[in-house]
């Protein structure tokens, strides 16, 4: 069965500091991999997604992942972080057939001056 | 401008009642989906359909029912069988490819008067 781990319920950092979050998967068949951002009482925006066109993805808000076949991992950076970066970020894999997500249990990132 | 119209923002649940969170979208998509977002707990998948008159159970379908009459609708019941209906509810729609990310409304809290 598919599944997804996100390391850290909770990631600090400082303003200006790089942003790491990870996310290992598991999947029988080759996977697409999504990064959501959800805000407070608000549902969730995509970051970005890999669908197997390159394996570094850019996406909004100068966000970026990584995917490594060999590591299962599809972790998620930005070089400096901003205040506006504070929020829950979510990883998803699709290979349940048709659209079906599976979540991580998600990563609040929080950023202090 | 499209999007998914989920309402009402606040629900409150008397014991013993049904309650129904209206989903209504406009980007002409396929398939849709309800999830319960729990604290710490990730998203879960509850229902999801394809197509206009099917739908399919998720993993915690219990105490929760549904229909699809309409391409755009997508309504949630969450009846009195649900015991621990307190939760964030959103809901979903995409294309019905795999490589497509699924675009979320805001939600809607639900929580036992």
């Known amino acids: 069965a598919q599944s997804v781990t996100q390391l850290g319920s909770h990631v600090s950092v400082s303003e200006g500091a790089l942003v790491l979050l990870r996310c290992n998967y598991s999947?029988?068949?080759?996977?697409?991999l999504f990064w959501y951002v959800q805000y407070p009482n608000q549902g969730l925006q995509l970051l970005l997604k890999?669908?197997?066109?390159?394996?570094l993805v850019k996406g909004i808000n100068g966000f970026e992942a990584e995917f490594k076949k060999s590591e299962t991992s599809f972790h998620l950076t930005k070089p400096s972080a901003h205040m506006s970066d504070a929020a829950e970020y979510f990883c998803?894999?699709?290979?349940?057939?048709?659209?079906?997500?599976?979540f991580g249990k998600g990563t609040m990132l929080l950023v202090s001056p | 401008d499209g999007g998914i119209t989920q309402s009402p923002k606040y629900l409150f649940r008397k014991e013993g009642q049904n309650v129904t969170l209206s989903c209504e979208q406009n980007?002409?998509?396929?398939?849709m989906y309800w999830y319960r977002q729990d604290p710490g707990q990730g998203l879960r998948l509850i229902y999801y359909?394809?197509?206009?008159?099917?739908?399919q159970k998720g993993d915690i379908a219990e105490g929760y029912s549904v229909s699809r009459e309409k391409k755009e609708s997508f309504p949630l019941t969450v009846t009195s069988a649900q015991k621990n209906p307190t939760a964030f509810y959103l809901c979903?729609?995409?294309?019905?490819?795999?490589?497509?990310?699924?675009?979320f409304g805001d939600g809607t809290r639900l929580s036992i008067l």
């Open positions: 979903a729609s995409t294309t019905g490819a795999r490589s497509q990310p699924q675009h």
């Open positions: 999947s029988s068949v080759p996977p697409y």
């Open positions: 890999y669908t197997s066109a390159a394996t």
């Open positions: 998803a894999v699709s290979d349940r057939g048709y659209s079906t997500l599976t």
């Open positions: 980007l002409n998509h396929d398939a």
């Open positions: 359909s394809q197509i206009v008159n099917d739908f």
